[in-house]
């Protein structure tokens, strides 16, 4: 832009109605071989877009449909904390920067299902249960105008969900309500102050009819320049409530829970360096509409970093940094782990990059989440890690990355290593191919399993294992395009994780692990524990544009999700045996026109279309 030349004399500009229509109809038919059936569907629905003024636009999604969404990468969880999937809905990634605050607004949160079913497991099983909530609409503000005012605004209502439950002798069926009437809302409000500095306030709420409780977050963030932009103040808070609206005896057995950071920071020149504190009270919880993976914590950190912004030599570019921290729980206040880190990357004149990082826990941490029970901490030894990348000129028809991540626990010859490559080939300006493959494998690996209980139902043992996992992730994608008008994508998905236990160990008060006597074997013999995870997806998208803005897509989706204790098979066997496992198939045809205001004004009054 500072290269740009000016340009004088416009005077007088009225901008023109900025109001488009979207609407769509949508055909589906899926085959769902895992329960035997076949279902056709047909949904409408439109998306609206006005711009109030120069700088805000409203857009709304009326009876929104995101059948044609990339199907997420699912992963097999072994870890105490949720998995975080990418938001891949249109309507929720454009225009969406303002609502980047904190973490308190996760929009995967929108459409998926919070309920538990309520069932007597002795008499009752169930039949179906949702896999989420039907997004009924979503209107969204978003813009900032000259005077550097922000400002965000989401608001979205989700359906109503039921499972059916089977009572086991008699074989009559009931509709169960997992998740009420939901109503999501955001408000963000950011100014941009001089020297680049800025401050913002946001809000989220969660609504939930029939009873059920409700969330509220606000937060507020300040990030504070000198006139140099050298030094930078930053710190952010926010305070969580969770509450039931119409049962006050509820409200008093909830508890508020707050969030803080601060940091000082030197953010120019070669040298940059900078310190923070963080913490999260034991009861901060934004998950009803945020992420959060866990509270209860307390974080101090220091981190350094050089690195060259001209040409030097035979770099093109060069940095390198190292940073610590050290960590306590936030009530009560005890020490939980402590490590640094570091790391350099340079690329060359050649635009070849490579890298390396390492880490190191030098002493022993204290787990308090790994155990899932309150009051239990398991204690880790030391650790380190030693990784490394290189990739190739990405200006290249082909591109090659490749990855390599080596961690070790001497003290219980526990080890990890994981191998990862991609290539990107751009066949010609028509066609692309890019493929990734990782592999990973840990050995001797220790973690919860499960909880037995006394007769009395008090907690009797926290059983953990010591495991091997094998995890493989292949991904493949191809683009071809037609021509300006008409192209095509396609991506398939393999995931695999094999997880053998070795044995078992009781979790004792003091954080160590005793041998138990559990085998993790089942009525009928079979290991109870053992895993055998394949995840397959197949994505393939057909897109044709019949006018400006206006699109037939068809899309066809293949998934194969499995799950057994067959742990003594091979790749090769273990896919072949997932081709052969019953799958789900979609196939869905949506048209896609859009109409604006002013052309269409233009071809029904004629005259100047503004």
């Known amino acids: 832009m500072n290269q740009s030349g000016v340009l004088r004399g416009l005077e007088d500009i009225k901008p023109p109605v900025r109001l488009?229509?979207?609407?769509?109809?949508?055909?589906?038919?899926?085959?769902?071989?895992?329960?035997?059936?076949?279902?056709?569907?047909?949904?409408?629905?439109m998306d609206l877009k006005y711009g109030i003024n120069e700088s805000y636009t409203l857009d709304m999604a009326l009876i929104p449909d995101f059948s044609q969404v990339q199907s997420d990468n699912v992963v097999l969880n072994l870890s105490a904390y949720e998995v975080q999937y990418s938001e891949n809905r249109q309507f929720f990634t454009e225009g969406t920067e303002l609502f980047d605050k904190g973490d308190l607004v996760y929009s995967r949160r929108i459409g998926s299902t919070f309920g538990e079913i309520s069932y007597n497991n002795e008499t009752e099983e169930v039949v179906s249960s949702p896999t989420a909530a039907p997004l009924i609409n979503a209107t969204k503000i978003s813009g900032r105008n000259g005077g550097g005012w922000g400002l965000g605004f989401l608001n979205a209502l989700t359906n109503k969900t039921h499972a059916s439950i089977r009572n086991i002798e008699t074989g009559e069926t009931r509709e169960e309500q997992v998740d009420p009437l939901t109503n999501f809302n955001v408000l963000v409000v950011d100014k941009i102050l001089k020297n680049n500095s800025s401050i913002n306030l946001i809000n989220t709420n969660v609504t939930r009819l029939d009873g059920d409780n409700d969330a509220n977050v606000t937060g507020a963030s300040v990030s504070l320049l000198d006139s140099t932009n050298t030094y930078r103040f930053s710190a952010f808070g926010a305070v969580s409530n969770i509450y039931n609206a119409e049962d006050a005896d509820v409200v008093s057995e909830l508890e508020d829970g707050y969030k803080y950071s601060v940091g000082l920071s030197k953010v120019s020149g070669s040298?940059?360096?900078g310190v923070s504190r963080s913490a999260e009270s034991k009861d901060y919880n934004p998950n009803d509409f945020g992420f959060n993976r866990a509270a209860n914590s307390v974080s101090h950190n220091v981190s350094l970093m050089y690195r060259i912004f001209k040409p030097m030599g035979v770099f093109n570019y060069y940095r390198a940094n190292v940073s610590g921290s050290y960590r306590q729980l936030f009530e009560p206040r005890t020490f939980t782990s402590t490590d640094v880190y570091a790391s350099t990357y340079a690329q060359f004149k050649n635009f070849w990059g490579v890298g390396m990082s390492s880490s190191l826990k030098p002493i022993d941490s204290y787990d308090y989440f790994e155990p899932r029970e309150e009051g239990y901490y398991f204690v880790q030894p030391g650790s380190y890690s030693v990784n490394s990348w290189v990739e190739s000129d990405s200006r290249k028809a082909v591109k090659i990355y490749v990855s390599q991540n080596t961690w070790r626990r001497p003290d219980w010859e526990q080890a990890y290593n994981s191998l990862g490559a991609s290539i990107r080939y751009r066949v010609n300006n028509r066609l692309s191919i890019d493929f990734r493959i990782s592999r990973e494998s840990s050995e001797d690996s220790k973690g919860y399993v499960t909880k037995l209980y006394a007769d009395d139902e008090s907690l009797d043992e926290i059983i953990f294992g010591e495991r091997d996992v094998l995890t493989t992730n292949n991904i493949l994608?191809?683009?071809?395009?037609?021509?300006?008008?008409?192209?095509?994508?396609?991506?398939?998905?393999?995931?695999?994780?094999?997880?053998?236990?070795?044995?078992?160990?009781?979790?004792?008060?003091?954080?160590?692990?005793?041998?138990?006597e559990y085998e993790g074997i089942d009525e009928s013999g079979q290991k109870r524990h053992d895993t055998n995870f394949n995840a397959l997806n197949v994505d393939f998208v057909y897109f044709y544009q019949i006018a400006p803005g206006s699109f037939l897509n068809v899309v066809w989706k293949d998934s194969i999700s499995s799950s057994d204790n067959n742990t003594d098979i091979n790749f090769a066997k273990n896919f072949d045996k997932t081709l052969s496992l019953p799958q789900v198939n979609s196939l869905s045809v949506r048209l896609t026109y859009f109409i604006d205001y002013n052309s269409a004004r233009k071809y029904l009054f004629g005259g100047n279309s503004i």
């Not at 609407?23 to 899926?30: G, K, N, V």
């Not at 071809?480 to 160990?505: A, E, I, Q």
Request: aromatic share 18%; charged share 15%; no cysteine.
């Open 20 to 45: 488009s229509l979207l609407p769509y109809a949508t055909t589906i038919y899926t085959n769902d071989g895992v329960n035997g059936k076949e279902k056709f569907s047909f949904t409408g629905g």
């Open 271 to 273: 040298f940059q360096y």
């Open 477 to 516: 994608g191809t683009k071809y395009t037609f021509n300006n008008k008409m192209g095509l994508t396609l991506r398939v998905r393999h995931y695999w994780s094999n997880v053998k236990y070795n044995g078992f160990y009781d979790l004792r008060g003091n954080g160590q692990l005793a041998d138990s």
